[in-house]
Structures are given as C-alpha cells and as structure tokens.
C-alpha cells in the first residue's frame, strides 16, 4: 500500500465543486471513478482545497493510497487520457503514507481575475467577474495592505462556516493590473469558507468608491459578525497552489 | 435607411467560423437571425474578417443596413440579451452608407497565445495552443523580426486562398512571455487565408530549434510555393482589432 499525491487543474464551470455529492457531479466524484477504473481498485481521494462550484484550480492537491505497482509517476499521465479534457492531471508522485493534505500546514495561493471594461468578452467570461464600472486599482491596493497579517476573518465567510476559529493569516496580498483586468494574488496558511470571494468583493467595492479603505481595518477589529460583505461570483476564483513542507 | 457598424466578440470554440454556412452553426448566421428578429426587416450583415472555425475575436467588424428609428448606439446592448453568451456585441455606431469593412484599408491585429508547459491548464486550454516541449523565446524573436514589413506571403498561406496578391505588410510581430504563456501579437494591413496560424506555426518551429530563424527571410524571398509551413491550431488566434480610416 502506498499514499500516491496528485496535482489537479480543472475549468470548474460545468462541475458542482471539488466534494462529492449524491446529486450533482464533482471533481472528486470524476477522480474517484476515472481512478478506481484505471488501478482496477475502490479509490478515494482526499482533497486538499474542497473548491466551491464553479471555481477553478490549477494546482489543487489529493492523495488516495493504492496497491498498484504502476509507478506512482505515470498514473496521472495514464489517467488523463480518461479524465474529460476539463479536468488534468499535471503530476502525480508519491508521498509519506501519513501525509494528509488539510491536517498539516501549507500555504494556499488563490487568484481572483476581474474584467474591468463596458462589455463582456467571451473568451474571457469563464473566468474573470466583468465589473463595468471603473475601478481605481490605487484604491483597492490601499484597502489590500489592510488584510494582511493575523486577522479575524469573520466577517469574510460565510455564516455556515464549519471552522472552530476565523482567525487566518495572509502573507500576501496584490493587485496587479494587465489592460483591462485586475488580478487579485492572495497567499494564506488557510482560508474560511467563501472568504477569498468576499475579499474580493470588498475590494470590488472600494474600487468603486462605495466603500473607503479605511472601513477594513474597522470591519477586521470588530469581534461580532454584524457586516454584509458582498460576495464575488465563483467563476473570478482559481486555487493556483498549495505549497507544504511534507 | 442607415448602415450600422457592429464591433462584436466571441468565443469561436462552438462555431465553424464567420461566414454563414448551409450546413453549420456560424457567428454571422447567429448575428442575422438575432438582428432580423430584434428589428424586424431581413438584416444581412457583412463582416470584416471571415474567422476560420474555432478563431476567437475581440474586436471583429460587421456592417448592415436598417430602417429602424432605434438609435444605432442602443441596438447592441439591446440585441446582447438575444445572443448566446459567447458572442458579445461591444459597440454599435452609425457610418457612412458606402463604408464596405473588406473595402477599405485597415490594419488588422491578431493575437496568437501559446501555454509552454508540460501539461495542459483547462481554464486555459480554450484559447491557448499547448506547447509541452520548451520555446525559445529569444529564438523566437529573431525570426519573428524578418516578418517585418512588406513580403510576398505566398508560402505563408493555405493553397486555396482566394487572393490575387500574395504580398502583405506587417507593421509588427511581437513576442512577450508572461510566465508560462508565450503570446504573439502581429498588425498587418491585412493577411491571407491561415497566414497568422502559419506564421505562430513557424515561429514555435524555431522556439523548439526544429528551423533555424535565417530560414525566414530565405523562405520569404522564395518567388514559388515549395515550403511546407506548419499551422498552428485555431483554438490559440484571436482577432483583438481592426482600426479604419472612416
């Protein structure tokens, strides 16, 4: 028995997220039946991101343990001539069999794409949030430094959250501008649920002078949940990498 | 009667191209029906340039004439909520009656966009040619350079072009890398049938050191088709404008 890891990329559009559910197909549904198929055993991966529908990866992890005695390097070759060309396989590799991807620290890298301009491109539209108002990027940079560091971020998940503590930290957090796009970076050793998104949309908001800089700062130090952060859409959002030390 | 200018996008991906055909689904047959309905009279528009099947456009041109009292700013937001989400109307304007778009000189500017890694990236994948093995892009720069200015392209075409002159200007080729892209921007006053996918074809031949870059100006000073030049896929080309003299 060996724990064998995978790198996956995936267009989450056409998917109801990473988890498995008994009504809708997801990443780790199409994973777990393309590589129970393929080793010729009952397969099931742990996810290290569980993304939300309609999010994008290009580097989320899994591990799943196996008898085969194909080398752990090859199988995600093997399995990407199974897997529908939305979902790839970029390297498989194997690892301690202890390893497990959300019980030990890493730091995650997400990546928020905003279309800033009148209309909507198509090519473009799976995977940037079209803002057709003006952004002021300056702006939304001076809000960005405010989240940065140790912070409670329960103001920036979703209610239903299953976390025992909303304190995260973020290592960084960028705004770069590229024509008419604004690319948010955004590295954390973790993330509350929905919390990368409302982010985003907070920031959207400063952008474009509905809220000031300032009021993050306020919203961060408050210990109560009392705020209606507005939440970016799912498609902006891509899990780019999750780094451990293993 | 009034002649309307559209400048439209799409995502070719679904499309067997521009011009309408018997027996397939294209963006000007979408374009027809959808402003025929809208306005209500047969709406025949003529486009710019005829994208091949699978070419995406940000900025495509096409005329038509109506005898609507609808403002011409006002058609393309409204006709928008008729058209399927990949195609995109980004303005619409009012010109003269007698401006024909494959008349009159332009120039034209294409986008290629090739993703240099060893597998592929689906939230990319739409758009991108993948490349697995590894560009030289200094390489790919000096060959683009002896593109530059007036050439016969005859050998930069598909055998069954259409046009009586093979000899086109390129105003500029450039070749920037951004991380793992490799994106190829060229301005021309105008290119024969397949010569962009033909030109990114040879240039990624001299990225991966199967043609050295001095074969360009010899193959150009060529006066008879004997070359055999690659094509790049249509998936990676992108129409990104075309500027008029009005």
């Known amino acids: 028995m060996k724990r064998v890891c995978l790198i996956v990329a995936y267009d989450g559009t056409n998917y109801h997220g990473w988890q498995a559910q008994s009504n809708a197909i997801t990443i780790e549904q199409i994973l777990n039946e393309s590589l129970s198929k393929f080793l010729n055993e009952d397969i ?83 995977n940037t949030y079209l803002v057709y108002k003006k952004l002021d990027p300056d702006r939304m940079r001076e809000a960005a430094s405010y989240f940065v560091g140790q912070h409670d971020f329960r103001n920036f998940c979703s209610s239903h959250t299953q976390a025992k503590s909303t304190v995260r930290i973020i290592y960084s957090l960028d705004i770069e501008k590229e024509n008419d796009e604004i690319i948010i970076t955004v590295s954390g050793n973790g993330f509350l649920y929905n919390m990368v998104r409302m982010i985003a949309g907070t920031l959207v908001d400063v952008g474009l002078g509905r809220m000031e800089p300032e009021k993050i700062p306020q919203i961060l130090a408050t210990r109560e949940r009392v705020f209606n952060v507005n939440k970016a859409p799912a498609k902006g959002l891509t899990l780019k990498e999750i780094e451990f030390e293993i």
Chains 1, 2 share one sequence.
């Not at 529908?53 to 343990?65: C, L, Q, R, S």
């Not at 085969?68 to 979902?87: C, F, Q, S, W």
């Open 44 to 126: 099931e991966v742990i996810g290290a991101s569980r993304t939300d529908a309609g999010v994008h990866a290009e580097g989320n992890v899994a591990v799943f343990d196996t008898k085969t005695n194909i080398p752990p390097e090859k199988i995600g070759i093997a399995v990407n001539r199974t897997l529908p060309d939305d979902i790839v396989i970029q390297e498989s590799f194997e690892v301690p069999k202890d390893f497990h991807p959300r019980k030990c620290d890493s730091v995650k890298t997400y990546e928020y794409r905003i279309l800033n301009r009148r209309t909507d491109l198509p090519v473009k539209s799976r």
